[in-house]
């Protein structure tokens, strides 16, 4: 009896600073840090250090209130997440973070006795099925009742294909305070491995498993969670991206009064283009299921404004396999994107510093005037107070 008083005075006064901790470091971060990275991040060896000293004080901390030094690393480290210096602190302690992750996968390779595999191998290959195949689905299914498309709902829980290296503080933690003596952490380490390699490729092609696997979600029927409304216009000319570029393709189409309707993944450009009398399509063009309810083979012309070089190529990939006739006009940033893009079968690729270079020295070879260019900016459209 006096055990279980103790067991529970013991439990409620870690919860107790376990409050006062996280109330601390919510006003630190809130108060303290950001008036402190204003000033240090001028100073990018000061902005490094102050990262170190941060993360071992905070570990240090929480480590003489009770808590491991892993639990109190990574505190420290989602405090500084919510910084609006970020991506500057990340990208000065990376080449310290790279050399650590080296030491992980070392200890990592230690855990693993060559021996214990004979034993392993088994259990090991059971969770790793489990972790490739059951997170996915678990997750496929959440997202479905969420009202998430098919694809999206796949390729999000792909994602989920392995384990954390969360999971190895749990366990290493359990296993200094002896709560485990087992085959738990070699287990661990084979399941993480195997997962972790698998799931990397699967990640990086998962537009292509995607694809190899739809006609198995076909087999239940339309994706009920795509947009209800049903295409049935032909047109002339199809604009995939209505922002920028394609604002100013839509306008010279009206002017020649050429038939061609929008396809864009933005609500409110939608809304915004039928408020014009504009048709306008709502829907993502990297999603095969909702491409193949557009009547594009019909069309003779498809300009593409949007900058995702994946998208382009699955668009042209199908409108090719239903008019090979069809002209294909992309967009790219790079030059490497835009030899990728004719390689797959575009026909002309805009590149926008090009064009724009190309305009600006067209207009430099006439006499450039106040009125000139007080004309050029009434062209823009861009209101100033």
Not at 43 to 49: N, T
Not at 126 to 138: A, E, R, S, Y
Not at 319 to 329: F, P, T
Request: hydrophobic content about 50%; some cysteine.
């Amino acid at each position: 009896m006096k055990s279980d008083t103790l067991d529970t005075g013991s439990i409620l006064f870690l919860i107790i600073k376990g409050l006062f901790a996280g109330s601390s470091l919510v006003l630190l971060t809130k108060f303290f840090i950001p008036v402190a990275l204003k000033y240090i991040a001028n100073s990018a060896e000061f902005l490094f250090l102050f990262t170190i000293t941060w993360c071992f004080s905070v570990a240090s901390a929480l480590y003489a209130l009770g808590f491991s030094m892993e639990i109190g690393a990574i505190v420290a480290g989602i405090a500084l997440s919510s910084s609006p210096y970020q991506l500057e602190i990340a990208s000065r302690i990376r080449p310290l973070r790279d050399f650590f992750l080296v030491l992980f996968f070392i200890v990592l390779g230690s855990e693993m006795n060559i021996g214990n595999i004979v034993h392993l191998w088994r259990p090991g290959i059971i969770l790793t099925l489990f972790i490739l195949l059951g997170n996915p689905f678990i997750l496929y299914f959440l997202f479905r009742a969420l009202k998430f498309t098919r694809r999206n709902s796949f390729l999000s829980g792909v994602t989920a294909a392995q384990v954390s290296e969360f999971g190895f503080v749990i366990l290493f933690t359990g296993k200094q305070m002896g709560h485990i003596s087992g085959n738990e952490v070699p287990l661990f380490t084979f399941v993480a491995l195997a997962t972790i390699i698998t799931s990397s490729y699967i990640i990086m092609y998962n537009e292509q498993v995607y694809r190899f696997l739809l006609p198995v979600f076909q087999l239940f029927g339309p994706d009920k969670r795509r947009q209800g409304e049903k295409v049935a216009l032909s047109f002339d000319v199809w604009v995939v991206g209505y922002h920028r570029i394609g604002k100013r393709v839509c306008e010279a189409l009206s002017e020649k009064k050429i038939s061609f309707g929008v396809l864009d993944f933005d609500p409110i450009v939608i809304e915004e283009l039928r408020h014009k009398k504009i048709h306008a399509i709502f829907g993502d063009i990297a999603d095969v299921e909702f491409l193949s309810d557009l009547p594009l083979g019909s069309a003779s012309l498809i300009i593409m404004t949007i900058p995702a070089m994946d998208d382009q190529m699955n668009l042209m990939a199908h409108v090719r396999g239903r008019n090979k006739n069809i002209l294909l006009v992309a967009n790219a940033y790079y030059e490497w994107e835009a030899e990728t893009l004719y390689t797959a079968g575009a026909d002309y690729v805009m590149m926008p510093h090009v064009l724009g270079g190309n305009w600006i020295a067209d207009v430099l070879k006439k006499k450039v005037t106040h009125k000139r260019l007080a004309t050029l900016r009434a062209e823009q459209g861009i209101l100033t107070v």
